[in-house]
């Protein structure tokens, strides 16, 4: 059997800091997105798809056909090669509501 003493010992002899000087975790720096003239924050590219989670979304220049047949070029949207989920920011959807 150990006496107790020795136990005592073995327990106190990992340092232990004071509250003041315990290592505490930095924050983490956030981006935000550029404010836009319109005064909405611009929103930044995607980095994973919502519907499948590829990580492979790239922004690209796209046609689009919308459901009456109208077809407008040359829009702006992030798209998934895995699964073709396309995602337009707001200036593209502003493109899409005034094509004629």
């Known amino acids: 059997m150990t006496p107790k003493s020795s136990i005592s010992r073995v327990r106190s002899s990992t340092p232990k800091l004071p509250l003041s000087k315990k290592r505490t975790k930095k924050p983490i720096p ?4 550029p404010k836009s003239r319109t005064g909405l924050s611009e929103t930044l590219p995607l980095r994973h798809c919502v519907m499948c989670g590829s990580n492979r979304v790239t922004r690209k220049h796209i046609t689009v056909q919308l459901r009456d047949g109208r077809e407008v070029r040359e829009i702006e949207a992030d798209v998934c090669p895995a699964c073709g989920e396309q ?9 899409l509501d005034a094509a004629p």
């Open 30 to 33: 956030v981006a935000t997105p």
């Open 87 to 95: 995602y337009f920011d707001l200036e593209a959807m502003r493109k």
